[in-house]
C-alpha cells in the first residue's frame, strides 16, 4: 500500500470513530433525559383509567344508604333510557327527520315515499310485514334496499313501530 493511502484509512477510521463516540453519546444522555422528564398523561387517558378502576358496587346502609341506593337506581335507568338512540324517544316523527328521510324523501334504495303511490302501496302487505322488513331489514326482488333498523341498531323495536306508524299516517 503506497502511504497517502495508508494516511486516508487512519483519518477515515478516526472520523469513523468520532462519529461512533458521538452516537454513544447521544444515545446515553437521551436514556438519562427520558428519565428525568416525567411522561404526560393525556387527560381522558386519566379520566378512563379512572373509570375502569372505579368500584363496582357500593355498600348502602341505613335510611341514609336506602336514599342513596334509590338515587343511584334513578341515575341508572336514566342513562340506560338516554343510551336508546335518539334519547329512547317514540316520536316516529323525530326519528323519521334524524334518520328516515334520507332515503325516503328522494327514493335511494328504491325507498318508498311518503305518498299513497309510495308508502300507502306497501300498506297492502299489512303493518306487521312492514314492521318485519323494517326491523329485520329487507331485499326486494326490484332490487330495493332496508337496511335492519334503517341502518341504527340503536333503535328499539317499539321505536321502529312508532316511526313506521307515523309514516302511513304521512302517506294518506
Keep these: 500500500m503506497r502511504n497517502y493511502d495508508l494516511e486516508f484509512l487512519k483519518r477515515f477510521s478516526m472520523v469513523i470513530g468520532l462519529l461512533l463516540l458521538v452516537t454513544v453519546g447521544l444515545a446515553i444522555g437521551a436514556f438519562f433525559l427520558s428519565k428525568a422528564i416525567p411522561p404526560e398523561v393525556s387527560p381522558v387517558a386519566a379520566r378512563q383509567t379512572q373509570a375502569r ?3 363496582v358496587g357500593a355498600v348502602y346502609a341505613g335510611s341514609t344508604g336506602a336514599a342513596a341506593q334509590a338515587a343511584a337506581a334513578a341515575a341508572a335507568a336514566a342513562a340506560q333510557a338516554a343510551q ?3 334519547g329512547g324517544t317514540l316520536d316516529g316523527k323525530t326519528i323519521y ?4 328521510t334520507a332515503c325516503h324523501t328522494t327514493g335511494v334504495g328504491m325507498a318508498p315515499m311518503l305518498t299513497p303511490a309510495g308508502l300507502g302501496a306497501r300498506l297492502s302487505k ?3 310485514t312492514l314492521y318485519k322488513h323494517a326491523i329485520e331489514g329487507f331485499t326486494g326482488p326490484d332490487g330495493g334496499v332496508m337496511p335492519p333498523k334503517g341502518g341504527n341498531a340503536g333503535l328499539s323495536e317499539e321505536q321502529i313501530r312508532a316511526t313506521v306508524d307515523w309514516m302511513l299516517e304521512q302517506s294518506k
Excluded: E
Aim: proline share 8%.
Design 126 to 128: 299489512g303493518k306487521d
Design 53 to 55: 378502576i372505579a368500584p
Design 84 to 86: 336508546g338512540a335518539y
Design 97 to 100: 327527520d334524524q334518520l328516515c
